[in-house]
């Protein structure tokens, strides 16, 4: 995503961002210096963020969701750090309909031992929809990828007051 943010990196904002993953860490700081983009990146999990109460506007998380242990106290996590009224926006995949949720359901246990932990079954947007931290400002439904690996969410969320 850092290609992404660089298109909008100005004096005014900065960029934070964690990653429990070493290996993975890694690669985010090669791809940050790569494209000259300050990050302030660093060793944590999504459970647990190391920041303090109402420090950011917004939050993105994307493809991120499916692998994390607790996502309920994550998204309490997204609550804390998020001013009121900033914005928590995502994409991410979750289960699908008919005949390929049965497919992802069948190859699930397989999957999260060989993807990182990647929960294939996960309705995370419904999660995130009925979390009472936020107001939904909206949630997109994409039949984009490819079985195991479709349907995508996207959305906004806003912090109450």
């Not at 039949?143 to 007051?161: C, E, Q, S």
Request: net charge negative.
């Amino acid at each position: 995503m850092f290609s992404y943010f660089n298109a909008v990196a100005h004096g005014g904002v900065s960029f934070h961002a964690i990653e429990p993953d070493p290996y993975m860490r890694r690669q985010a700081i090669e791809k940050a210096d790569e494209l000259g983009l300050e990050i302030d990146l660093r060793s944590a999990g999504a459970e647990s963020l190391p920041y303090e109460d109402n420090s950011f506007d917004v939050v993105i998380a994307s493809m991120v969701f499916c692998t994390i242990p607790d996502i309920e106290a994550a998204l309490s996590e997204v609550a804390r750090v998020l001013r009121p009224g900033g914005e928590f926006r995502f994409f991410e995949h979750v289960l699908d309909d008919g005949w390929r949720a049965r497919v992802q359901s069948l190859i699930a246990p397989l999957w999260k031992r060989v993807a990182g932990g990647c929960h294939l079954t996960r309705q995370t947007a419904s999660v995130f929809a009925a979390d009472r931290s936020f107001d939904v400002v909206e949630v997109d439904r994409m039949n984009l990828g490819v079985t195991p690996i479709r349907p995508f969410v996207r959305g906004r969320l806003r912090k109450r007051a």
